[in-house]
């Protein structure tokens, strides 16, 4: 009996919900993490002050991969670890699903400026990563090396989260000179309360804050996600921007430097020692640079927060920064009648809310427009739907493109693999057990404040 296999690579927030919604539809699919544990952003980009967020959020996940017609198989990266044509042409899945997020940091347009990468340069994901992580007994990872007085170059919330997690380790360190202990969950409530219980100003810190560079003005910064299409719509957004960022400077005590380009590097030795920026004039989206009104700002960190863009996999077709899709069709790569994407790594950036949506949209249309019943003769399941869209099934053959299933022999074939593959990875198909077991520690678990 022949039925649907789907691969999902990445079972972060859109992967998780694409094999909820297909097991919902009662279709069968394997999801493919390159890490142990399939959170993505939500483990390691949303910060570690965040910790009911994060834990609502992968539980939301566990309880969807959790589910028996979900196949989980961690560490295996997509590009790496098995390659996207072998999965294409070997493995014998209806169709592949790439929910793999969006992990490269946008490069800053000054040439070579790379080559400071640890030397005074750090970009926002492994910034992140590094913040959200550094407390774990066994962390392997890179450290940061934090210095007060930082350049910030961005404009959006996660660089604003950049911003916070900057002052709060600078002012936790300059009040631990103090003999003061204040963790980050009280510092992220608010620097400004925390020094004021303490009878302490923020300019007796002797803290120099970090300034957060922006191209356009303050209330141009893209973060509303409302409607801006009406004068009073627009009016409304810009009030809201000014009022976010006016809100975290006064808990936070950050500044901001809007109307500011980054042009080239300062260097000194091998180390980046601060940017050259020049003054700019904006009026909605139109950006003017004004010349001549470069100059020199110092700094011994630069952490470059100016977007995300999806990792390049090898033989996925690539248009400018991102997966060349088909926006129309269900989000089709170009060129290929069964791989789709969803997610951060179409959009590059966007919220849980929206990663959740269009993971949830894009497998919705997959299972009613793509993978029919095998069993059922397509023309009846085709019928049915005449009624509800109005054609005729000539129509309709056009409008859907029914997916073959793999042989049944091929499909078990697959699973045989995928088994071989979570063997390999130590995974014994519990998956709830395989959480626990990989669960990083806590820092509220080592402060003894578990919410
Ligand atoms: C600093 C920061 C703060 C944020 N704050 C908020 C917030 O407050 N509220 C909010 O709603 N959103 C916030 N977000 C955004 C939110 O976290 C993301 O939009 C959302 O989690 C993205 O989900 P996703 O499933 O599309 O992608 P991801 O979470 O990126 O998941 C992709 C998954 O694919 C895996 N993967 C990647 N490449 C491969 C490969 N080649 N092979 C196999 N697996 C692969 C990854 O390991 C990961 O598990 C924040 C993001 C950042 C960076």
Redesign the pocket.
């Known amino acids: 009996m022949a039925q649907h296999l789907i691969a999902i ?7 998780a919900e694409a094999a909820w919604q297909l097991a919902q539809a009662n279709i069968t699919s394997v999801v ?4 142990a544990l ?5 483990e390691d ?3 570690k002050w ?1 910790a009911k ?1 994060r834990d609502k959020e992968e539980e939301a996940i566990n309880e969807k991969l959790s589910h028996p017609l979900v196949h989980f198989v961690p560490k ?5 670890d098995i390659h996207f044509e072998e999965v294409l042409n070997n493995w014998g899945f209806t169709a592949i699903l790439l ?5 490269m940091d946008r490069p800053i347009a000054v040439p070579d400026i790379d080559n400071y990468i640890g030397k005074g340069l750090y970009y ?2 492994p910034f ?1 990563y590094w913040f959200n992580h550094y407390h774990e007994s066994g962390f392997e990872g890179e450290t940061m090396h934090i210095t007060d007085g930082a350049l910030v170059i961005g404009g959006g ?2 660089s604003i ?2 911003c916070k997690a900057l002052m709060i380790l600078t002012v936790q360190k300059a009040l631990a000179e103090r003999g003061i202990d204040e963790d980050i969950f009280s510092l992220e409530r608010s620097i400004a309360k925390v020094l004021e219980n303490h009878g302490i100003a923020f300019e007796e810190l002797g803290v120099k804050p970090c300034t957060l560079v922006y191209r356009r003005r303050i209330k141009d910064m893209p973060l509303y996600p409302g409607p801006t299409d009406t004068p009073e719509e627009l009016e409304k957004a810009e009030r809201v921007r000014e009022k976010i960022v006016e809100n975290a400077q006064s808990k936070y005590f950050f500044e901001v430097l809007p109307n500011h380009v980054v042009v080239d590097k300062v260097v000194e030795g091998d180390r980046l020692k601060g940017l050259v920026l020049r003054k700019t004039k904006s009026e909605g989206k139109s950006l003017t640079e004004i010349p001549g009104s470069d100059y020199q700002m110092h700094t011994d960190l630069v952490v470059s927060s100016i977007g ?1 863009v999806p ?1 390049e ?1 090898p033989g996925i077709p690539w248009k400018g920064s991102v997966y060349n899709v088909n926006e129309c069709e269900c989000c089709r790569i170009q060129g290929y009648d069964n791989v789709f994407a ?4 179409v959009t590059g950036r ?6 959740m949506a269009h ?1 949830r949209s894009i497998t919705q249309t997959l299972s009613e427009n793509y993978l029919f019943d095998p069993e059922t003769n397509l023309k009846d399941q085709l019928r049915e739907k005449e009624a509800t869209v109005g054609g005729n099934i000539d129509v309709l053959l056009e409008r859907f493109h029914p997916l073959e299933p793999p042989r049944e022999t091929s499909r078990l074939a697959t699973l045989k693999k995928v088994e071989a593959l979570q063997k390999l990875a130590g995974y014994n198909g519990n998956f709830m057990e395989w959480v626990e077991q990989n669960r990083p520690v806590r820092l509220e678990e080592m402060l003894g404040k578990i919410h």
């Open positions: 690579f990445g079972g972060a927030v859109s992967g493919f993490d390159q890490n399939p959170y993505g952003k939500i980009g949303l910060p965040h967020l295996i990266k997509l590009g790496e929910a793999t997020g969006a992990w926002q994901n992140m919330l996660a989260d950049v995300s990792e996999i969803l997610g951060n790594a966007g919220n849980i809310k929206e990663s993971g």
